[in-house]
């Protein structure tokens, strides 16, 4: 339970979609028949499987991943005021264009009616359908009147790089309705996860998230996406922590040598970030150290960039120690509730 005095927004909760099935009603009569016909029991074979127990804490599963159970835990149990939904599922990894948009759009459809509407303390992403930029335009703009999505949701590891000017129509329109983008740990698996190739094991795989992350950064800052969209905000969810000091010295330095390459990136890279870019705290890749915590914080320049979250259903942590150790106290409000709200400006209203 939280005693801290204060109600945290929870930055990064995931939905649990059960089946096909809860998305039936939000699709097409073509589609629904496509279900049914070809078998199609989910998109995500991954998530929280019963034969991996670990996936999810045994808490957690007993008490239940639906609506309800979720609402019982990040509300109850922990005090949070608003929680943010980011919705994995399988629909980036379909390679038929036409079904990731129907999917899609029914996931959201089924997140606004079974979550937000029967609980207003939840917010929500507008999950993407990267395959089709138009398509992603078009999902921003259906559900953007609905204040409690507060933000848009991408892979870490899709198919391009995020900063490519293909992309610039989506962070227009989100940039248009004060939406953040979310960059998830996750991958389309078009592309090895790896620049060398296909790996054998999940740590590997886990372990290399971090760099899809770091290239997707480079690429936001390089191809001046906050300079043609100076409103935008980024929020990296499940990247880790620990690795953003070393890069932002890296990519600062190398572009003090050619940045007559890149002209409209007028300012330190670092600036940049520090004013666009924020990151969920779990999963937290450091040790319970509070020095080295203290001197990652301090190298990053800024103790506006850490955001809360549980990232409920996962087991990030034992218990109810819902803030990693190490982060000093003197933190805990901001990155817990005031860090968010400013990020998040739908969650004020």
């Given at each position: 339970?939280?005693?801290?005095?204060f109600?945290p927004?929870?930055?990064?909760?995931?939905p649990?979609?059960p089946?096909?099935?809860?998305l039936?009603?939000w699709?097409?009569?073509n589609?629904q028949e496509?279900?049914?016909?070809?078998?199609?029991?989910s998109?995500?074979p991954i998530?929280y499987p019963p034969?991996?127990?670990?996936?999810v804490?045994?808490?957690?599963?007993?008490?239940g991943?639906?609506?309800?159970g979720t609402s019982?835990q990040?509300?109850?149990?922990?005090?949070?005021?608003?929680?943010?939904?980011?919705?994995?599922?399988?629909?980036?990894l379909?390679?038929n264009?036409?079904?990731?948009?129907?999917?899609?759009?029914?996931?959201?459809q089924?997140i606004?009616?079974?979550?937000?509407a029967k609980?207003?303390r939840f917010?929500?992403s507008?999950?993407?359908?990267?395959q089709?930029?138009?398509?992603?335009?078009?999902?921003?703009e259906?559900?953007?009147?609905?204040?409690?999505?507060?933000?848009?949701?991408?892979?870490?590891?899709?198919?391009?790089?995020?900063?490519?000017?293909?992309?610039?129509?989506?962070?227009r329109?989100a940039?248009?309705?004060?939406l953040?983008?979310?960059i998830?740990?996750?991958?389309s698996?078009?592309?090895?996860?790896?620049?060398l190739?296909?790996?054998?094991?999940?740590?590997?795989?886990?372990a290399?998230?971090?760099?899809?992350f770091?290239?997707?950064?480079?690429s936001?800052?390089?191809e001046?996406v906050?300079?043609?969209?100076?409103?935008?905000?980024?929020?990296l969810l499940?990247?880790g922590v620990?690795?953003l000091?070393g890069f932002?010295?890296?990519?600062s330095?190398?572009?003090?040598g050619?940045?007559?390459?890149?002209?409209?990136v007028?300012?330190?890279?670092?600036?940049?970030?520090?004013?666009?870019?924020?990151?969920s705290?779990?999963?937290?890749?450091?040790?319970?150290?509070?020095a080295?915590?203290?001197?990652?914080?301090?190298?990053i320049?800024?103790d506006?960039f850490?955001?809360?979250?549980?990232?409920y259903?996962?087991?990030q942590f034992?218990g109810?120690?819902?803030?990693?150790?190490?982060?000093?106290?003197?933190?805990?409000r901001?990155?817990?509730?005031d860090?968010?709200?400013?990020?998040?400006?739908?969650?004020?209203?």
């Amino acid at each position: 339970m939280n005693g801290a005095g204060f109600k945290p927004i929870d930055c990064d909760v995931h939905p649990f979609v059960p089946s096909t099935k809860v998305l039936m009603p939000w699709l097409d009569a073509n589609w629904q028949e496509q279900v049914v016909d070809r078998g199609i029991a989910s998109l995500d074979p991954i998530s929280y499987p019963p034969n991996s127990p670990l996936t999810v804490r045994s808490d957690f599963r007993k008490e239940g991943l639906d609506q309800a159970g979720t609402s019982r835990q990040i509300f109850e149990r922990w005090g949070a005021e608003r929680a943010i939904l980011n919705c994995i599922y399988g629909v980036q990894l379909v390679h038929n264009t036409d079904m990731a948009i129907a999917f899609t759009r029914a996931l959201n459809q089924w997140i606004a009616a079974e979550w937000l509407a029967k609980d207003k303390r939840f917010a929500a992403s507008i999950v993407l359908p990267l395959q089709d930029i138009e398509a992603c335009v078009d999902e921003i703009e259906f559900f953007a009147a609905n204040r409690q999505f507060v933000q848009v949701l991408v892979l870490a590891n899709g198919d391009a790089p995020l900063g490519k000017r293909q992309f610039w129509p989506i962070w227009r329109a989100a940039e248009k309705h004060g939406l953040p983008v979310g960059i998830h740990a996750g991958s389309s698996y078009r592309h090895p996860v790896t620049s060398l190739g296909w790996t054998h094991y999940y740590v590997e795989d886990y372990a290399a998230q971090a760099l899809g992350f770091q290239a997707q950064l480079a690429s936001l800052v390089t191809e001046g996406v906050f300079v043609k969209f100076p409103g935008l905000k980024v929020v990296l969810l499940e990247s880790g922590v620990t690795w953003l000091p070393g890069f932002i010295w890296r990519l600062s330095k190398f572009w003090r040598g050619v940045r007559r390459e890149i002209p409209w990136v007028d300012r330190p890279p670092g600036d940049i970030i520090r004013d666009h870019v924020r990151m969920s705290i779990q999963p937290f890749d450091g040790p319970d150290d509070g020095a080295f915590i203290d001197k990652v914080i301090d190298q990053i320049q800024s103790d506006d960039f850490l955001l809360y979250a549980s990232d409920y259903p996962h087991w990030q942590f034992e218990g109810d120690e819902i803030m990693p150790k190490g982060i000093p106290a003197s933190l805990h409000r901001k990155i817990m509730r005031d860090n968010p709200l400013a990020t998040y400006s739908r969650l004020g209203g």
